[in-house]
């Protein structure tokens, strides 16, 4: 199973990443957890640069990244029969270069070869809710120092998701508005418990 988790900054990802991967192994599962940028040579080089590099190379670069981590971390640890959980992946790759104008046909376009993940789980929440989340923890790059950030992001995440289920991926939109994170994270270890329930009951 890989499993990828996007959604706009302040939804609460990490820790809604965190707590489903411990529901999961409590319930038997064998689990890997991973992030986008990675901890790969180029995902240290998204970090350092996305300061100061902007547009097409820098979206060149996180797609660059995610090539690389799916061949060198994602796929090695599916073939060992771990369910691989990823906090960003492509949804992510489709919205962040959109704050520097970025065609959304290109990003789509430099995202294409790479790996679909089994479930693509977009957190969803309000604009207000999330610009509230990052007023209290901080901005943490430049495209949350942007006036009316949260409202765009939220935009673009959703022009996104509507473009990855008209190619066929399997996307389990979660709304974070209300839900605390354990609770988020136990929504979508059940979808999941469906995935590892299939291949038992039609052998």
């Given at each position: 199973?890989?499993?990828?988790?996007?959604?706009?900054?302040?939804?609460?990802?990490?820790?809604?990443?965190?707590?489903?991967?411990?529901?999961?192994?409590?319930?038997?599962?064998?689990?890997?957890?991973?992030?986008?940028?990675?901890?790969?040579?180029?995902?240290?080089?998204?970090?350092?640069?996305?300061?100061?590099?902007?547009?097409?190379?820098?979206?060149?670069?996180?797609?660059?990244?995610r090539y690389?981590?799916?061949?060198?971390?994602?796929?090695?640890?599916?073939?060992?029969?771990q369910t691989?959980?990823?906090?960003?992946?492509?949804?992510?790759?489709?919205?962040?270069?959109?704050?520097?104008?970025?065609?959304?046909?290109?990003?789509?376009?430099?995202?294409?070869?790479?790996?679909?993940?089994?479930?693509?789980?977009?957190?969803?929440?309000?604009?207000?809710?999330?610009?509230?989340?990052?007023?209290?923890?901080?901005?943490?790059?430049?495209?949350?120092?942007?006036?009316?950030?949260?409202?765009?992001?939220?935009?673009?995440?959703?022009?996104?998701?509507?473009?990855?289920?008209?190619?066929?991926?399997?996307?389990?939109?979660?709304?974070?508005?209300?839900?605390?994170?354990?609770?988020?994270?136990?929504?979508?270890?059940?979808?999941?418990?469906?995935?590892?329930?299939?291949?038992?009951?039609?052998?």
């Amino acid at each position: 199973m890989f499993v990828s988790i996007d959604g706009p900054s302040g939804a609460g990802k990490t820790t809604i990443v965190h707590h489903l991967a411990q529901m999961l192994v409590a319930g038997g599962e064998n689990v890997h957890v991973t992030a986008e940028p990675s901890k790969g040579p180029i995902g240290k080089l998204c970090r350092e640069l996305t300061e100061t590099v902007t547009g097409h190379a820098l979206a060149c670069l996180y797609a660059a990244d995610r090539y690389h981590h799916m061949e060198n971390e994602i796929r090695p640890f599916i073939e060992e029969g771990q369910t691989v959980i990823t906090d960003r992946f492509i949804p992510s790759g489709l919205v962040m270069q959109r704050f520097d104008g970025i065609d959304p046909a290109f990003l789509w376009q430099l995202n294409a070869e790479v790996d679909r993940p089994d479930l693509a789980v977009i957190l969803e929440a309000d604009p207000e809710v999330i610009s509230e989340r990052l007023v209290e923890r901080g901005a943490h790059n430049r495209f949350q120092l942007s006036p009316g950030s949260s409202h765009a992001e939220v935009h673009f995440y959703r022009q996104a998701t509507e473009r990855l289920i008209q190619a066929g991926f399997d996307v389990m939109r979660v709304d974070c508005n209300e839900r605390p994170p354990e609770q988020v994270a136990s929504v979508i270890r059940d979808r999941l418990t469906t995935f590892f329930a299939s291949p038992t009951s039609n052998p």
